[in-house]
């Protein structure tokens, strides 16, 4: 019977891995996340990085962990993303 629920088939949520440069709010944390991609024209090796701000209930992360998190409903107006697990902590 809970096969037939509606939310069973919804879309898997996005996951991301970043490092966490900034621990001052409470139950927030600022994760930046870094890719390398290829320029379109020529080709060279690019770094983009990118800020999320991040739900942590517990205040267990600290600057310098390696963290996994997950999108979820906006909680704030910039808020929209969960901590998971720590990967690494420093």
Do not use: A, F
Not at 10 to 36: A, P
Not at 40 to 45: P, Q
């Amino acid at each position: 019977m809970i096969e037939n629920h509606k939310y069973v088939h919804r879309n898997k949520r996005k996951q991301k891995q970043g490092i966490v440069i900034s621990d001052k709010m409470q139950k927030t944390v600022i994760v930046s996340e870094t890719k390398k991609v290829k320029h379109k024209y020529y080709g060279k090796s690019i770094i983009k990085k990118k800020k999320y701000m991040v739900h942590d209930e517990k205040n267990i992360s600290k600057n310098g962990d390696k963290v996994n998190i997950m999108e979820i409903r906006p909680m704030s107006k910039n808020k929209c993303w969960r901590l998971i697990s720590i990967l690494e902590k420093k």
